[in-house]
């Protein structure tokens, strides 16, 4: 069974540091890899996935996230956070094969300060 | 809209009720899932519809939890008996098939039981 690990269940960080978020999946097979968003009062939305490729991907808002295969990691990354960035983080993972739902981990409170 | 739609968005039952909650997916997704967020938890899968496959149930965490798919468009999850530890907000989401595809989020049903 798929299953994901956020380490960092809340983050403070000031405006302009730089930011890393942990991801870590269990799955022994092909994955494919996402990073989801959730703004104070909205709804989820995708920040970024990997699905094929190159390893390191881009998505909105200066984000990035790096696939380590050998690692079982999905780290995402900020090199400059801004206020607006105050949200909370879910990392997810489903299978190319088998199980096709998402399986999401249990979250990253990240509050930027001004 | 072109959003995946939820209702209600809010509701508060008595204990021991049955409660249903409503999903309509965006247009031409063929992939539907069931999510249920509690205060502090990541998202717990539910169930998931992909298309005329038979349903991922593996989530639903007990015989009183039930959904069901109509037509492979709108989507109804159903709560017998309703116990206060059901209270979540549940959150539907639909995506295109193919395990890469993004999943697209409604704003969710907070279900109080009271």
């Known amino acids: 069974a798929q299953s994901v690990s956020q380490h960092n269940h809340h983050v403070i960080l000031s405006e302009a540091a730089s930011l890393e978020l942990g991801c870590n999946y269990s799955?022994?097979?092909?994955?494919?890899l996402f990073w989801y968003v959730q703004y104070p009062g909205q709804h989820l939305q995708l920040l970024l996935k990997y699905f094929s490729g190159d390893p390191l991907v881009k998505g909105i808002k200066g984000f990035e996230a790096e696939f380590i295969k050998s690692k079982f990691s999905f780290n995402l990354r900020k090199p400059s956070v801004q206020w607006s960035d105050t949200a909370e983080y879910f990392c997810?993972?489903?299978?190319?094969?088998?199980?096709?739902?998402?399986?999401f981990g249990s979250g990253t409170r990240l509050q930027v300060q001004p | 809209g072109a959003g995946v739609s939820q209702s209600p968005s809010n509701k508060v039952t008595e204990k021991g009720k049955d409660v249903e909650l409503r999903c309509d997916p965006i247009?031409?997704?063929?992939?539907l899932y069931w999510y249920r967020q509690s205060l502090g938890q990541g998202l717990e899968f539910l169930i998931y519809f992909q298309g005329n496959s038979a349903p991922d149930k593996s989530g639903l965490p007990s015989d009183r939890f039930s959904a069901e798919r109509t037509g492979g468009s709108v989507s109804t999850l159903t709560i017998q008996r309703t116990q206060q530890e059901d209270s979540a907000v549940y959150l539907c989401?639909?995506?295109?098939?193919?395990?890469?595809?993004?999943?697209?989020f409604g704003q969710g049903t907070r279900l109080t039981v009271v």
């Open positions: 997810a993972v489903n299978a190319n094969t088998g199980r096709r739902a998402l399986t």
């Open positions: 989401a639909s995506s295109l098939a193919g395990p890469g595809a993004e999943a697209f």
């Open positions: 799955y022994g097979g092909t994955v494919n």
């Open positions: 247009s031409g997704h063929t992939a």
